[in-house]
């Protein structure tokens, strides 16, 4: 059996409470759970003690029997030092997407065109002027 340490919800509407509880991995999200080890209230300040109450020992045997950590509680976990959290690396982030880059190519292409168009109209005025100039003089 897959199990993991997960967050279930709790509260009502608009007002999140969640119980950091060990499940089977196959069970939905506010089913069935084998134990309840903590819990967590967002709506707490972050300072506050309250905020996330875990039991560490407990947290620690059902990690030793093979259970995983949602991203969330792996978080809660390294914070109370019971496992720690490998820092991640996304150096593609914040890169657009495939579509993106073809968009802000064409636009980029319209610009340019556009601009090309713009010194175009401009250059026969700027002839023009420069001609009358001269036959002035």
Known sequence: M???????R??????????????????PRDGKFIEKIGNYNPLLAKDDE??????????KHWLGVGAQPTDRVARFLDVAGVKERPARNNPKKAEPGEKAKERAEERAEKAKAAEEAAAEANKPAAAEAETADATAE
């Open 10 to 27: 709790g509260g009502s509407k608009k007002r999140p409470y969640y119980r950091i509880v060990v499940a089977d991995a196959r069970s």
């Open 2 to 8: 897959a199990l993991s340490i997960r967050l279930s």
């Open 50 to 59: 309250k905020r996330v109450v875990l039991d560490a020992e407990r947290a």
